[in-house]
Protein backbone atom coordinates (compact mmCIF):
# COMPACT_ATOMS: atom_id res chain seq x y z
CA UNK A 1 0.00 0.00 0.00
CA UNK A 2 1.77 3.09 -0.91
CA UNK A 3 2.10 5.65 2.20
CA UNK A 4 1.26 9.06 1.84
CA UNK A 5 3.84 11.48 2.72
CA UNK A 6 5.58 10.86 5.95
CA UNK A 7 4.74 13.72 8.93
CA UNK A 8 8.34 13.45 9.81
CA UNK A 9 8.70 15.51 6.22
CA UNK A 10 6.64 18.43 6.60
CA UNK A 11 7.13 18.99 10.32
CA UNK A 12 11.42 18.72 9.02
CA UNK A 13 10.36 21.02 6.30
CA UNK A 14 8.80 23.91 9.00
CA UNK A 15 11.65 23.96 11.32
CA UNK A 16 14.15 23.86 8.17
CA UNK A 17 12.21 26.93 6.36
CA UNK A 18 11.79 28.70 10.27
CA UNK A 19 15.84 28.49 10.82
CA UNK A 20 16.31 29.31 7.09
CA UNK A 21 14.14 32.38 7.42
CA UNK A 22 16.03 33.18 10.74
CA UNK A 23 19.30 32.71 9.06
CA UNK A 24 18.27 34.97 6.02
CA UNK A 25 17.40 37.89 8.76
CA UNK A 26 21.14 38.44 9.63
CA UNK A 27 22.89 36.55 6.86
CA UNK A 28 24.44 39.32 4.34
CA UNK A 29 21.54 38.58 1.95
CA UNK A 30 23.26 35.50 0.51
CA UNK A 31 20.81 34.03 -2.53
CA UNK A 32 19.81 30.97 -0.77
CA UNK A 33 17.40 30.75 -3.14
CA UNK A 34 14.67 30.48 -0.35
CA UNK A 35 12.55 33.42 -0.66
CA UNK A 36 9.74 33.10 -2.85
CA UNK A 37 9.37 36.66 -3.48
CA UNK A 38 10.53 36.45 -7.16
CA UNK A 39 13.20 38.78 -8.41
CA UNK A 40 16.75 37.00 -7.84
CA UNK A 41 15.48 34.57 -6.11
CA UNK A 42 12.95 33.34 -8.26
CA UNK A 43 14.10 29.52 -8.88
CA UNK A 44 14.82 28.50 -12.82
CA UNK A 45 12.98 24.95 -13.36
CA UNK A 46 13.60 23.26 -16.71
CA UNK A 47 10.68 20.51 -17.13
CA UNK A 48 10.40 17.59 -19.40
CA UNK A 49 7.41 16.37 -19.91
CA UNK A 50 6.84 13.12 -22.07
CA UNK A 51 3.91 13.81 -24.35
CA UNK A 52 0.33 14.97 -24.16
CA UNK A 53 -0.56 11.04 -24.32
CA UNK A 54 -3.93 10.44 -22.44
CA UNK A 55 -5.84 12.39 -20.06
CA UNK A 56 -3.30 11.46 -17.15
CA UNK A 57 -0.24 13.24 -18.61
CA UNK A 58 -2.79 16.74 -19.72
CA UNK A 59 -3.68 16.69 -15.35
CA UNK A 60 -0.20 16.01 -14.86
CA UNK A 61 1.02 18.90 -16.75
CA UNK A 62 -1.77 21.04 -15.66
CA UNK A 63 -1.04 20.43 -11.84
CA UNK A 64 2.76 21.11 -12.63
CA UNK A 65 2.40 25.00 -14.88
CA UNK A 66 -0.87 25.84 -12.33
CA UNK A 67 1.96 24.61 -9.33
CA UNK A 68 5.22 26.45 -10.61
CA UNK A 69 4.16 29.90 -11.16
CA UNK A 70 6.03 33.12 -10.66
CA UNK A 71 4.20 34.17 -8.02
CA UNK A 72 5.00 30.72 -5.84
CA UNK A 73 8.96 32.07 -7.06
CA UNK A 74 9.49 29.94 -10.58
CA UNK A 75 10.34 30.39 -14.13
CA UNK A 76 9.17 27.33 -15.16
CA UNK A 77 10.69 26.46 -18.85
CA UNK A 78 8.45 23.53 -20.23
CA UNK A 79 8.90 21.36 -23.26
CA UNK A 80 6.51 18.42 -24.58
CA UNK A 81 8.46 15.05 -25.60
CA UNK A 82 5.80 13.72 -27.92
CA UNK A 83 6.81 10.53 -26.19
CA UNK A 84 10.21 10.25 -27.74
CA UNK A 85 13.33 10.13 -25.92
CA UNK A 86 15.68 11.56 -27.41
CA UNK A 87 13.33 14.73 -27.27
CA UNK A 88 13.46 14.51 -23.61
CA UNK A 89 17.80 14.22 -23.92
CA UNK A 90 17.35 17.04 -26.02
CA UNK A 91 15.43 19.42 -23.87
CA UNK A 92 17.29 18.21 -20.80
CA UNK A 93 20.74 19.60 -22.65
CA UNK A 94 18.75 22.68 -23.60
CA UNK A 95 17.70 23.09 -19.95
CA UNK A 96 21.57 22.70 -19.18
CA UNK A 97 22.77 25.03 -21.48
CA UNK A 98 20.47 27.75 -19.99
CA UNK A 99 21.72 27.24 -16.59
CA UNK A 100 18.64 26.30 -15.16
CA UNK A 101 18.47 25.95 -11.06
CA UNK A 102 17.11 22.21 -11.23
CA UNK A 103 15.97 20.13 -14.15
CA UNK A 104 12.80 17.99 -13.43
CA UNK A 105 11.39 15.39 -15.90
CA UNK A 106 9.12 12.29 -15.94
CA UNK A 107 11.80 9.76 -18.10
CA UNK A 108 9.58 8.26 -20.84
CA UNK A 109 11.28 4.97 -20.92
CA UNK A 110 13.46 3.65 -17.90
CA UNK A 111 16.87 3.11 -19.50
CA UNK A 112 19.15 5.18 -21.66
CA UNK A 113 19.60 8.75 -19.29
CA UNK A 114 22.96 8.02 -17.47
CA UNK A 115 24.82 10.05 -19.92
CA UNK A 116 22.50 13.26 -19.70
CA UNK A 117 22.58 13.16 -16.24
CA UNK A 118 26.02 12.89 -16.36
CA UNK A 119 26.07 16.22 -17.89
CA UNK A 120 23.65 18.04 -15.52
CA UNK A 121 25.95 16.73 -12.77
CA UNK A 122 28.91 17.78 -14.27
CA UNK A 123 26.85 21.31 -14.73
CA UNK A 124 25.85 21.26 -10.81
CA UNK A 125 22.47 21.11 -11.69
CA UNK A 126 20.26 18.83 -9.72
CA UNK A 127 17.97 16.68 -11.60
CA UNK A 128 14.08 15.80 -9.89
CA UNK A 129 12.13 12.79 -11.47
CA UNK A 130 8.32 12.76 -11.03
CA UNK A 131 6.04 10.19 -12.05
CA UNK A 132 8.22 7.62 -14.25
CA UNK A 133 11.72 6.17 -12.59
CA UNK A 134 14.99 5.71 -14.13
CA UNK A 135 17.21 2.52 -14.13
CA UNK A 136 20.69 3.65 -13.21
CA UNK A 137 23.15 2.12 -11.13
CA UNK A 138 24.30 5.76 -9.73
CA UNK A 139 21.46 7.12 -7.79
CA UNK A 140 23.61 10.10 -7.21
CA UNK A 141 22.00 11.32 -10.43
CA UNK A 142 19.07 12.73 -9.46
CA UNK A 143 17.94 14.35 -6.14
CA UNK A 144 14.14 12.36 -5.24
CA UNK A 145 11.69 10.09 -7.35
CA UNK A 146 7.90 11.54 -6.77
CA UNK A 147 5.27 9.20 -8.22
CA UNK A 148 3.26 6.43 -7.29
CA UNK A 149 4.11 2.49 -6.60
CA UNK A 150 3.22 1.09 -10.22
CA UNK A 151 4.10 -2.36 -8.88
CA UNK A 152 1.44 -1.86 -5.81
CA UNK A 153 -0.89 -0.51 -8.34
CA UNK A 154 -1.00 -3.30 -10.51
CA UNK A 155 -0.83 -5.76 -8.01
CA UNK A 156 -4.29 -3.95 -6.63
CA UNK A 157 -6.11 -4.83 -10.00
CA UNK A 158 -4.61 -8.43 -9.89
CA UNK A 159 -5.97 -8.69 -6.36
CA UNK A 160 -9.67 -7.62 -7.36
CA UNK A 161 -9.96 -9.31 -10.37
CA UNK A 162 -8.54 -12.83 -8.47
CA UNK A 163 -11.25 -11.91 -5.49
CA UNK A 164 -14.09 -10.83 -8.04
CA UNK A 165 -13.76 -12.15 -10.92
CA UNK A 166 -11.32 -15.60 -10.76
CA UNK A 167 -13.72 -17.65 -8.63
CA UNK A 168 -14.67 -19.23 -11.90
CA UNK A 169 -11.86 -20.13 -14.79
CA UNK A 170 -11.59 -16.61 -16.65
CA UNK A 171 -9.35 -15.45 -19.49
CA UNK A 172 -7.59 -11.82 -19.69
CA UNK A 173 -6.13 -9.84 -21.98
CA UNK A 174 -3.82 -7.15 -21.24
CA UNK A 175 -3.21 -3.64 -22.73
CA UNK A 176 0.41 -2.65 -21.73
CA UNK A 177 1.67 0.81 -21.26
CA UNK A 178 4.92 2.25 -23.32
CA UNK A 179 6.95 -0.55 -23.67
CA UNK A 180 10.32 0.20 -21.49
CA UNK A 181 8.47 2.56 -19.34
CA UNK A 182 8.43 2.00 -15.24
CA UNK A 183 4.76 1.76 -15.47
CA UNK A 184 4.02 -0.56 -18.19
CA UNK A 185 6.98 -2.70 -16.36
CA UNK A 186 5.66 -2.42 -12.61
CA UNK A 187 2.22 -2.68 -13.31
CA UNK A 188 2.59 -5.80 -15.48
CA UNK A 189 4.64 -7.38 -12.38
CA UNK A 190 2.60 -6.54 -10.10
CA UNK A 191 -0.89 -7.80 -11.47
CA UNK A 192 1.33 -10.77 -12.17
CA UNK A 193 2.22 -11.42 -8.94
CA UNK A 194 -2.02 -10.67 -7.80
CA UNK A 195 -3.11 -13.43 -10.04
CA UNK A 196 -0.33 -15.96 -9.70
CA UNK A 197 -1.85 -18.21 -7.09
CA UNK A 198 -5.29 -18.23 -8.66
CA UNK A 199 -5.19 -21.08 -11.47
CA UNK A 200 -8.44 -19.74 -12.90
CA UNK A 201 -6.92 -16.43 -14.10
CA UNK A 202 -5.18 -17.11 -17.19
CA UNK A 203 -3.45 -13.56 -19.26
CA UNK A 204 -3.83 -15.16 -22.62
CA UNK A 205 -2.59 -12.22 -24.45
CA UNK A 206 -0.94 -9.38 -23.68
CA UNK A 207 0.46 -6.03 -25.96
CA UNK A 208 1.58 -2.09 -26.14
CA UNK A 209 -1.51 0.17 -26.41
CA UNK A 210 1.21 3.26 -25.73
CA UNK A 211 -1.04 4.47 -23.06
CA UNK A 212 -2.76 6.01 -25.88
CA UNK A 213 -7.11 5.77 -26.71
CA UNK A 214 -6.45 5.06 -30.57
CA UNK A 215 -3.58 2.32 -30.16
CA UNK A 216 -5.76 0.51 -27.02
CA UNK A 217 -8.47 0.30 -29.44
CA UNK A 218 -6.43 -1.17 -32.24
CA UNK A 219 -4.86 -3.65 -29.81
CA UNK A 220 -8.37 -4.40 -28.30
CA UNK A 221 -9.81 -5.14 -32.27
CA UNK A 222 -6.54 -7.25 -32.86
CA UNK A 223 -7.30 -9.42 -29.56
CA UNK A 224 -11.08 -9.92 -30.70
CA UNK A 225 -9.73 -11.18 -33.99
CA UNK A 226 -7.76 -13.46 -32.25
CA UNK A 227 -9.53 -14.91 -29.40
CA UNK A 228 -13.64 -15.58 -29.07
CA UNK A 229 -13.25 -16.30 -24.97
CA UNK A 230 -11.45 -12.95 -23.60
CA UNK A 231 -13.47 -12.54 -20.45
CA UNK A 232 -11.68 -9.76 -18.95
CA UNK A 233 -9.52 -6.70 -20.04
CA UNK A 234 -6.71 -5.41 -17.67
CA UNK A 235 -5.46 -1.91 -19.37
CA UNK A 236 -2.84 -0.18 -17.78
CA UNK A 237 -4.27 3.28 -18.16
CA UNK A 238 -8.07 4.41 -18.86
CA UNK A 239 -7.51 5.56 -21.81
CA UNK A 240 -6.34 2.51 -23.38
CA UNK A 241 -9.73 1.04 -21.38
CA UNK A 242 -11.90 3.21 -23.32
CA UNK A 243 -10.45 2.50 -26.72
CA UNK A 244 -11.04 -1.05 -25.71
CA UNK A 245 -14.68 -0.11 -25.21
CA UNK A 246 -15.01 1.32 -28.56
CA UNK A 247 -13.16 -2.00 -29.96
CA UNK A 248 -15.86 -4.32 -27.50
CA UNK A 249 -18.96 -2.50 -28.54
CA UNK A 250 -18.11 -2.15 -32.17
CA UNK A 251 -18.11 -6.02 -32.09
CA UNK A 252 -21.07 -5.85 -31.12
CA UNK A 253 -20.44 -6.78 -27.32
CA UNK A 254 -21.52 -5.24 -24.19
CA UNK A 255 -19.17 -3.98 -21.67
CA UNK A 256 -18.76 -4.49 -18.53
CA UNK A 257 -21.26 -7.71 -19.32
CA UNK A 258 -19.79 -9.97 -22.13
CA UNK A 259 -16.06 -8.03 -21.36
CA UNK A 260 -14.86 -6.76 -18.13
CA UNK A 261 -12.16 -3.84 -18.01
CA UNK A 262 -10.13 -3.34 -14.90
CA UNK A 263 -7.78 0.23 -15.10
CA UNK A 264 -5.67 2.26 -13.45
CA UNK A 265 -5.31 6.28 -13.20
CA UNK A 266 -8.85 7.36 -12.39
CA UNK A 267 -9.02 10.04 -14.42
CA UNK A 268 -12.88 11.95 -15.43
CA UNK A 269 -13.62 9.78 -18.60
CA UNK A 270 -12.73 6.45 -16.84
CA UNK A 271 -14.40 6.79 -13.73
CA UNK A 272 -17.71 8.10 -15.63
CA UNK A 273 -17.22 4.72 -17.69
CA UNK A 274 -16.93 3.13 -14.38
CA UNK A 275 -19.99 4.93 -12.54
CA UNK A 276 -22.26 3.76 -16.02
CA UNK A 277 -20.98 0.09 -15.74
CA UNK A 278 -18.08 -0.40 -18.69
CA UNK A 279 -15.29 -0.15 -16.71
CA UNK A 280 -15.39 -2.49 -13.41
CA UNK A 281 -12.68 -1.02 -11.20
CA UNK A 282 -9.89 1.49 -11.68
CA UNK A 283 -6.94 1.87 -9.22
CA UNK A 284 -6.02 5.64 -9.28
CA UNK A 285 -2.73 7.09 -10.10
CA UNK A 286 -2.52 10.78 -9.11
CA UNK A 287 -1.10 12.98 -11.34
CA UNK A 288 -1.57 15.97 -8.95
CA UNK A 289 2.43 15.81 -8.48
CA UNK A 290 3.24 20.24 -8.51
CA UNK A 291 3.03 20.82 -4.95
CA UNK A 292 5.54 17.86 -4.05
CA UNK A 293 7.76 19.04 -6.81
CA UNK A 294 7.82 22.50 -5.92
CA UNK A 295 8.55 21.46 -2.14
CA UNK A 296 11.32 19.82 -3.56
CA UNK A 297 12.72 21.80 -5.77
CA UNK A 298 12.66 24.89 -3.35
CA UNK A 299 14.68 22.13 -0.52
CA UNK A 300 17.13 21.09 -3.38
CA UNK A 301 18.10 24.46 -4.58
CA UNK A 302 18.52 26.14 -0.86
CA UNK A 303 21.09 22.40 -0.37
CA UNK A 304 18.63 21.05 2.33
CA UNK A 305 18.35 17.39 2.23
CA UNK A 306 15.28 15.65 0.66
CA UNK A 307 13.81 12.14 0.79
CA UNK A 308 15.17 9.94 -2.27
CA UNK A 309 11.76 8.41 -2.93
CA UNK A 310 8.49 10.06 -2.58
CA UNK A 311 5.02 7.71 -2.73
CA UNK A 312 2.18 9.41 -3.94
CA UNK A 313 -1.10 8.15 -2.41
CA UNK A 314 -3.34 6.30 -4.54
CA UNK A 315 -6.86 5.61 -3.79
CA UNK A 316 -8.92 2.44 -5.90
CA UNK A 317 -12.73 2.68 -6.62
CA UNK A 318 -15.86 0.47 -7.53
CA UNK A 319 -18.37 1.29 -8.81
CA UNK A 320 -20.64 3.03 -6.35
CA UNK A 321 -17.29 4.57 -5.10
CA UNK A 322 -17.12 6.09 -8.84
CA UNK A 323 -20.08 7.85 -8.34
CA UNK A 324 -19.32 9.00 -5.35
CA UNK A 325 -16.47 10.42 -6.05
CA UNK A 326 -16.98 11.85 -9.06
CA UNK A 327 -18.22 15.23 -8.35
CA UNK A 328 -15.26 16.42 -6.48
CA UNK A 329 -12.87 14.82 -8.74
CA UNK A 330 -10.07 17.70 -9.53
CA UNK A 331 -9.19 15.40 -12.67
C1 LIG B 1 1.68 6.92 -14.58
C2 LIG B 1 1.95 7.64 -15.88
C3 LIG B 1 1.22 6.95 -16.98
C4 LIG B 1 -0.29 6.99 -16.81
C5 LIG B 1 -0.71 7.08 -18.24
O1 LIG B 1 2.27 7.62 -13.53
O2 LIG B 1 3.33 7.64 -16.17
O3 LIG B 1 1.51 7.64 -18.20
O4 LIG B 1 -0.80 5.85 -16.18
C6 LIG B 1 0.27 8.10 -18.75
O5 LIG B 1 -2.03 7.50 -18.44
O6 LIG B 1 0.28 8.16 -20.13
ZN1 LIG C 1 6.89 10.52 2.35
Known amino acids: MARTHHPRRTVLAALAATSLLALGACSSGSSANTADNGGDDTITIGFAQVGAESGWRTANTDSIKSTLTADNGFDLKFSDAQQKQENQIQAIRSYIAQGVDVI ?36 SLYESFIGSDFVEEGRRAGEWVSQNLGTEPINVVELQGTTGSAPAIDRKEGFADAIADNSNVTVIDSQT ?13 GFLQAHSDIDVVFAHNDD ?10 AAGKVPGKDIKLISIDGVKDGMTALADGKISYIVECNPLLGPDLAEIAKKVVAGEPVDKRIVTKDEAFDQEAAKAALPDRKY
Open 104 to 139: AFSPVVESGWDAVLQEAKQAGIPVILTDRAVDTDDD
Open 209 to 221: GNFTRAEGKTVME
Open 240 to 249: MALGAIEAIE
